[in-house]
């Protein structure tokens, strides 16, 4: 069964670089047969995607946020992973860890909540 | 960017009216969109996907319709559980995106 699990500081001071981590179980995500991707929760912002990767091919990132973000894989280990940098605190959201492509139902992580504040 | 405009914003609507949310994106996006509900403290939840197909677990009330730019979710009989915001997203071509959100509150 498929598990996805984020993790990571619950806690970013502004203008540092916040780091998660996506433990995933039940599935590779080194499969080129579905996308895992971040997306995040505020209510200021409602939902947002933050990016996509998929092995084997280019990662996307959402326009607004490309700049600053990185997202990467560690095959061996499972995992997927969020670096956003110069962070503020309209980043403060909700992270979730996503698998998904066309025409299945999305897969989602239970979420990482982090707070950006001094 | 596929620009996905959902209306309306928000919405007032008593148990057991029939609600009609709509979801126009900016070019075509074949029928690759899904329907989302997001209650406070919870995380989304996946409703409809391929614009018309359920998730696993949704109550039969939600149903989703529409293909290439024009999309709705409908809600046959509204009940006082499914208050929330619901969003749509399109995932036919990147950078995924996602309506703004419509609030359905009991009136």
């Known amino acids: 069964q498929l598990q996805l699990q984020e993790s990571g500081p619950g806690l970013v001071k502004p203008s540092e670089t916040l780091s998660l981590t996506c433990a995933v179980s039940g599935y590779s995500v080194r499969s080129d047969s579905y996308f895992w991707a971040w997306i995040r929760q505020s209510p200021e912002r409602g939902l947002e995607w933050i990016g996509s990767?998929?092995?084997?091919?280019?990662?996307e990132y959402s326009p607004s946020l490309k700049t600053r973000v990185t997202i990467s894989a560690d095959w061996s280990k499972n995992q997927l992973s969020l670096k956003l940098a110069s962070v503020t605190a309209a980043d403060t959201a909700i992270y979730y860890c996503?698998?998904?492509?066309?025409?299945?139902?999305?897969?989602w992580g239970q979420g990482a909540v982090v707070t950006v504040s001094s | 960017a596929t620009q996905m405009t959902q209306s309306p914003s928000s919405l007032s609507a008593s148990v057991g009216d029939r609600v009609t949310i709509t979801c126009r994106a900016s070019q075509n996006t074949r029928s690759d969109l899904a329907w989302y509900q997001v209650k406070p403290g919870k995380g989304p939840k996946l409703l409809i996907f391929g614009a018309s197909s359920y998730q696993s677990g949704v109550p039969s009330r939600f149903s989703g319709s529409g293909s290439g730019t024009d999309f709705n979710l409908t809600i046959s009989s509204l009940q006082p559980e499914d208050f929330g915001t619901y969003y749509c997203l399109q995932d036919y071509t990147f950078p995924l995106t996602f309506g703004g959100g419509t609030k359905v509150e009991m009136k």
């Open positions: 996503v698998r998904h492509r066309q025409w299945e139902p999305h897969h």
């Open positions: 990767l998929s092995y084997g091919y280019s990662t």
